[in-house]
Antibody, heavy 114, light 109 residues
């Protein structure tokens, strides 16, 4: 079974750093893009960026460029989303998703409260 | 960056009826790289349609996608109770910069 498992909920203070993870199972993790999506409470989906784990080629939405860092470690089939200095406005659910021909497999989401 | 505008914002229908959701792009979508997702409350989104008209694995045939260029449509024939949810379109271009529409809430009338 192909699945993505995300790290647990986080409660942080403004100005703190954070790194959340997304681990893939059941497929060749390095060979498919992994994307990140933000959803603020009661709001729609916002595409943040995408990474190709095999060579760490990364693309960012202009709205999120410079605000977050996306990375991956293919040796442990894990992608990451990190902040160096959180703001209250970063409070949201963050989803990772495999992008093979669209975002076809999604993680369960990680709730971040700042 | 391509902007996607969905209409209507909310659609009120009864089970058994037909639903039509529109997604209009600010410029032509490369290779019709347009997907539709369904999101139930408290759940992650689920891929329904990719490539504008191809159903994802396990998606019932009452869901269909159509369109090209800048105008796309998601149609759900014979609404089932579990179809009442929020629907999003998403485009993915060759530079791998994606955008979502703002969402359409399909509610029971």
């Amino acid at each position: 079974e192909v699945r993505l498992v995300q790290s647990g909920a986080e409660v942080k203070k403004p100005g703190e750093s954070l790194k959340i993870s997304c681990q893939g199972f059941g497929y060749s993790f390095a060979a498919d893009w992994i994307g990140w999506v933000r959803q603020k409470p009661g709001k729609g989906l916002e595409w943040m960026g995408i990474i190709y784990p095999d060579d760490s080629d990364t693309r960012y939405s202009p709205s999120f460029q410079g605000q977050v860092t996306i990375s991956a470690d293919k040796s442990i089939s894990t992608a990451y989303l990190q902040w160096s200095s959180l703001k209250a406005s970063d409070s949201a659910i963050y989803y990772c998703a495999r992008d093979e021909y669209a975002m076809d497999v999604w993680g369960q989401g990680t709730t971040v409260t700042v | 960056e391509i902007v996607l505008t969905q209409s209507p914002g909310t659609l009120s229908l009864s089970p058994g009826e037909r639903a039509t959701v529109s997604c209009r792009a600010s410029q032509s979508v490369t290779n019709n790289n347009l997907a539709w997702y369904q999101q139930q409350p408290g759940q992650a989104p689920r891929l329904l349609i990719f490539g504008a008209s191809s159903r994802a694995s396990g998606i019932p045939d009452r869901f269909s996608g159509s369109g090209s260029g800048t105008d796309f449509t998601l149609t759900i024939t014979r609404l089932e109770p579990e179809d009442f949810a929020v629907y999003y379109c998403q485009q993915y271009d060759d530079s791998l910069i994606y955008t979502f529409g703002q969402g359409t809430k399909l509610e029971i009338k």
